[in-house]
């Protein structure tokens, strides 16, 4: 054999440094994304300037452009009297797909506290209607300034809500191809249902970005010091603003003054979340909404995307050995790309490469699906 000069071999490193990790264990699911969703072979090269992941996770929402998308608000009733917020893209000047009843439909979920107005999800409806498709954003309750109508809010944990909009949606449009992809903790939340749905739901497929895996040791990273001064603290504040609106009704069934005080999400989840779902201890929520339990049990194909330097979602705590057991799913992992980031390019407004990832895998699913199973 010729050897490579040491130039040469850091070159053959640092491109297989960047060449995102495609874990799957299913043969057919391999070949259709090689062929059908190529980005997820291709290197992944993070913008120079900002490449480390907290530095990516705190600036993408300040640099990323926001597009403009008019939203039609559908308010809808749950079992228990209270209300979601949909809000509805329905490109109904789709050249691709003219007939609503067969227009391919994509369910967003944002992350905690994210609505419809997040630019990521933005980016994502961008994608949807160049290739025609209608979209709809699952807003969490009482989050996108709806009333809350009962004590209650949501959860990583607790699919009642997702089933609720799922079910309506597929409803409307029984006819129409139906995916999902959610974010961060609307990741978690998707995986969580389908964990437990299996093969007994009407999507097709789900995509999943920066979804945290292992709650327990999600919040562990965020509680370093420089973890919590940048994000954690910011986040809990975000919580609690979330819910400050809604004091009047939680106030029946919560020690409101305490739970304004927690100045971490654990203690936030410990004095609010866990109680509200009717957890014993908080690590008997941890435990059910981790995503990493369920991923055995996933019917449908789902392609996850995470960043191994994602402080939200720590690398080792991604349950590979547990996605090659199961042929429906396939990770992706990348070296840099923070929480949510990915930015790529020298002034990173446009496409990230989470947006590219969705556009190939949406229109994968949508326009070659059949042909996976004969591969």
């Keep these: 054999g010729f050897d490579l000069s040491v130039k040469d071999r850091m070159l053959v ?33 993070p913008t120079i300037w900002c490449w480390e992941g907290r530095v990516q996770t705190l600036l993408r929402p300040f640099i990323t452009s926001r597009p403009q998308v008019q939203y039609r608000n559908e308010l809808i009733k749950t079992a228990d009297g209270g209300q979601i917020s949909l809000d509805w893209f329905d490109n109904n000047d789709s050249l691709y797909y003219p007939d609503a009843s067969t227009r391919p439909t994509v369910l967003l979920l944002p992350g905690l506290t994210g609505t419809s107005k997040e630019s990521y999800i933005l980016h994502m409806i961008h994608q949807s209607e160049i290739l025609g498709y209608r979209c709809v954003v699952f ?82 990273s965020l509680e370093k010091p420089l973890n919590w001064l940048l994000f954690n603290y910011y986040l809990t504040t975000c919580l609690q603003s979330s819910i400050s609106r809604h004091r009047q009704m939680l106030e029946k069934l919560f020690d409101m003054d305490l739970v304004m005080k927690a100045r971490t999400v654990r203690e936030f989840d410990k004095r609010f979340t866990s109680v509200m779902f009717g957890y014993r201890t908080i690590d008997d929520y941890y435990e059910d909404a981790s995503p990493c339990r369920k991923l055995k049990s996933v019917g449908i194909p789902v392609l996850c995307l995470n960043s191994v330097d994602d402080v939200f979602s720590p690398g080792h705590a991604i349950p590979v050995e547990t996605a090659k057991q199961n042929a429906n799913v396939a990770l992706v992992l990348t070296s840099c790309g923070g929480h949510i980031g990915f930015l790529e390019g020298i002034w990173p407004r446009k496409c990230t490469y989470m947006d590219r990832v969705f556009k190939q895998f949406v229109q994968a699913m949508f326009e070659h699906g059949n042909k996976m199973f004969s591969m």
């Design 13 to 45: 490193e640092e491109l297989e440094y960047y060449k995102p990790q495609l874990v799957a264990s299913n043969d057919r699911f391999c070949r259709f994304l090689e062929e059908y969703c190529p980005v997820v072979t291709e290197t992944y090269y």
């Design 139 to 220: 807003n969490n309750r009482g989050i996108a300034g709806e009333d809350l109508l009962t004590p209650r809010t949501y959860c990583a944990a607790n699919t009642e809500d997702l089933e609720a909009v799922i079910h309506h949606v597929h409803s409307l449009h029984p006819s129409a191809p139906f995916m999902a992809a959610g974010v961060s903790m609307g990741g978690m939340l998707l995986l969580n249902y389908l964990g437990k749905t299996g093969r007994d739901t009407p999507l097709m497929a789900a995509a999943i970005f920066s979804a945290g895996w292992n709650v327990f040791e999600s919040v562990e």
